[in-house]
């Protein structure tokens, strides 16, 4: 896109915050910047932790992250 803006695609939307904190922290290590939106959605829903909080990444970053996102899914105890 022109301006420098890039477009951006949904990872993953969950409301596990340990989850979201991991990959974030895993991503990051890599080399990608997530950006989480709906994060201020707790005060609308007086922090229950009901609206799950998605986590994007540029297109460029995409197929990187999925990698990623299935290897801490993958490390997750269930």
């Known amino acids: 896109m022109s301006g420098g803006m ?3 695609k949904e990872l993953i939307r969950t409301n596990d915050t ?5 990959l974030t922290h895993r ?4 080399g990608i910047e997530p ?16 609206l799950p ?6 297109d460029d970053d995409y197929e990187s ?6 290897e801490a899914r993958g490390s997750e105890i269930r």
């Open 6 to 8: 890039q477009r951006v």
């Open 18 to 22: 340990v989850f979201i904190s991991f």
């Open 27 to 30: 991503l990051r290590e890599e």
């Open 35 to 50: 950006f989480e939106m709906d994060s201020h959605m707790s005060l609308v829903e007086g922090s229950l932790g009901i």
């Open 53 to 58: 909080k998605r986590i994007m990444v540029t």
């Open 65 to 70: 992250a999925r990698k990623i996102l299935d």
